[in-house]
């Protein structure tokens, strides 16, 4: 299957990264290139773009959409890139941007085993390395899959979920996306499964619990704000709700100045703002956008700009 890639929120991250000709910029999910594509093109002589990935596949395919432009791809996951542009020589980055989430490639490729909707292996790994899914609900304990249902997939019904799965596999160990999805179904009442497909939470707390997903994402804010010389931005796309709060979190830290105690009749703490927001809300998909794209739908860009 090809590695399709629509890019969300291609012109809103484009503006919001400030793309200057001769800068340099980092896509730290370089995935199918699509934003990198057109970060590379606004690109003149002296401007450099370096994509990373750990997915084996992305890293191929965007090693091919971007020959002739001036950029790199390189196989290190994002929370890697301080001490990868390092040992490429590169101190300081004119803008970074994160695209967080699975791409519509991992998706559709049924082989990846990311979806509910077509059996496959149980895998989910980005990388293609380390344990996989199938291995991850097969020897964690009830109490944990219950954690990670309920905290990373917001699911009500995470101890049910969770019991049933360890009940089951007890016999009949769960190898597949459809039996790890009929499991889920028959966990919940059936006003649920009337509703909408019960499936996705599950499906993405394991996906994220498997990718260690919300590490990575804490390390690599720090390390793409750690690059990004004064002026610097760094936006990045989220598509969940503990994401979102994660990066909005972060961003505030960083644009906070003294941090006195309100009574305090004037600052002695010295603090000043490290950064400050591009974007005082988040940018999400414009109706035009999700006629286009419905897998946008969830998307969430907020930038923030470095000033020291």
């Given at each position: 299957m090809e590695f399709m890639h629509i890019p969300v929120l291609l012109d809103e991250v484009l503006e919001g990264l400030a793309v200057c000709p001769d800068g340099i910029y980092v896509d730290g999910t370089v995935g199918g290139a699509g934003h990198a594509r057109e970060i590379a093109k606004r690109l003149t002589q002296g401007g450099r773009l370096i994509g990373f990935d750990r997915d084996p596949d992305a890293v191929r395919t965007a090693k091919e959409r971007l020959q002739g432009y001036p950029a790199t791809v390189v196989h290190y996951n994002y929370d890697e890139m301080s001490h990868v542009l390092a040992e490429m020589g590169i101190k300081t980055v004119d803008g970074v941007l994160l695209d967080l989430g699975v791409s519509s490639y991992q998706l559709d490729e049924t082989s990846r085993g990311f979806s509910y909707r077509n059996d496959a292996p149980l895998d989910m790994r980005m990388s293609q390395t380390g344990m996989t899914a199938e291995e991850f609900v097969n020897t964690a304990s009830e109490e944990e899959l219950?954690?990670?249902?309920?905290?990373?997939?917001?699911?009500?019904?995470?101890?049910?979920?969770?019991?049933?799965?360890?009940?089951?596999?007890?016999?009949?160990?769960?190898?597949?996306?459809?039996?790890?999805?009929?499991?889920?179904?028959?966990?919940?009442?059936?006003?649920?499964?009337?509703?909408?497909?019960?499936?996705?939470?599950?499906?993405?707390?394991?996906?994220?619990?498997?990718?260690?997903?919300?590490?990575?994402?804490?390390?690599?804010?720090?390390?793409?704000?750690?690059?990004?010389?004064?002026?610097?931005?760094?936006?990045?796309?989220?598509?969940?709700?503990?994401?979102?709060?994660?990066?909005?979190?972060?961003?505030?830290?960083?644009?906070?100045?003294?941090?006195?105690?309100?009574?305090?009749?004037?600052?002695?703490?010295?603090?000043?703002?490290?950064?400050?927001?591009?974007?005082?809300?988040?940018?999400?998909?414009?109706?035009?956008?999700?006629?286009?794209?419905?897998?946008?739908?969830?998307?969430?860009?907020?930038?923030?700009?470095?000033?020291?």
């Open positions: 219950s954690r990670i249902l309920y905290t990373y997939g917001e699911e009500n019904f995470a101890r049910t979920i969770a019991r049933n799965i360890v009940r089951i596999r007890e016999t009949n160990p769960i190898h597949t996306t459809n039996e790890l999805a009929e499991l889920v179904k028959n966990s919940v009442p059936p006003r649920v499964r009337r509703m909408k497909n019960p499936c996705k939470k599950t499906f993405q707390a394991i996906r994220i619990a498997v990718n260690r997903e919300f590490e990575h994402l804490e390390a690599g804010l720090r390390a793409a704000f750690s690059v990004l010389r004064p002026g610097g931005r760094l936006a990045v796309i989220t598509f969940h709700s503990l994401e979102d709060r994660m990066v909005k979190r972060q961003f505030a830290a960083w644009c906070q100045g003294c941090v006195c105690p309100p009574d305090f009749p004037q600052c002695v703490c010295g603090r000043t703002p490290e950064a400050k927001l591009i974007t005082r809300k988040p940018i999400m998909p414009s109706d035009q956008e999700l006629l286009m794209n419905n897998r946008s739908r969830s998307a969430k860009l907020r930038v923030i700009e470095r000033s020291r």
